[in-house]
C-alpha cells in the first residue's frame, strides 16, 4: 500500500509552516529533546516520521493554517486594538493561541498535555527562535502549535513505543 498524496490543505500549511522558518527537523528535533531520556536508543528519523504522521491530521493541518493567518494580520497591523497589541507583545493573559495547540495536543492522549507544558515553559530549539521579539515577527500562535506538533509526535512515539515493549 503506497503513501496517500498530500491534498491542498496538507500541502498549504506545510509551506506555511516553511515559510514561517519551521522545517519539518526542527520540529522532530523537539520530539527528540522530548522523548531522548525515555527511548535510549531514539533515533530523529523515528521523531521526523511521528511528526509527518501528526502534520498529516486535518485538525492540524487548520490550527497551522489558522494561527500562521493571525499571525501574519498581525504583523500587517491588520486587527482591530485592543487584540492588535494583545497580539503582537503575545501577552501573558492571553490564552486562545494554547487552545488552539491543545487542539493539537489532543490528537494523540492525555500525555501530550503533559508533553505540551514542558517544552512550552523550557522554549528550547525553535521555539526560543520564534520566541524572540527583536525579530518584529509575530508568532504568537506559531510558537504554541509549534510546541504542540511536538508534543503530539512525542505522544504519538510514546504511544507505539509502549505497544512493542
Known amino acids: 500500500m503506497g503513501e496517500k498524496p498530500m491534498d491542498l490543505v496538507e500541502e498549504a500549511a506545510r509551506r506555511k509552516l516553511t515559510e514561517r522558518g519551521v522545517e519539518i527537523k526542527d520540529i522532530a528535533d523537539l520530539v527528540y529533546y522530548l522523548q531522548k531520556k525515555y527511548h535510549p536508543d531514539l533515533h530523529i528519523d523515528t521523531c521526523t516520521e511521528n511528526v509527518e504522521r501528526v502534520l498529516s491530521k486535518r485538525e492540524v493541518q487548520n490550527a497551522v493554517l489558522t494561527g500562521i493567518q493571525l499571525d501574519e494580520l498581525t504583523e500587517k497591523n491588520m486587527l482591530d486594538q485592543p487584540l ?39 522554549k528550547p530549539g525553535i521555539l526560543e527562535k520564534l520566541n524572540d521579539k527583536s525579530t ?14 511536538a508534543a503530539a509526535a512525542s505522544s504519538r512515539l510514546a504511544h507505539r513505543a509502549q505497544k512493542t515493549e
Open 136 to 149: 518584529g515577527k509575530c508568532h504568537t500562535y506559531l510558537d504554541d502549535i509549534v510546541g504542540a506538533i
Open 84 to 122: 492588535q497589541d494583545i497580539l503582537m507583545k503575545d501577552e501573558g493573559l492571553y490564552g486562545v493561541d494554547e487552545i488552539i495547540a491543545l487542539s493539537i495536543v489532543n490528537v494523540y492522549g492525555s500525555i501530550g498535555f503533559t508533553n505540551y507544558g514542558f517544552i512550552d515553559k523550557q
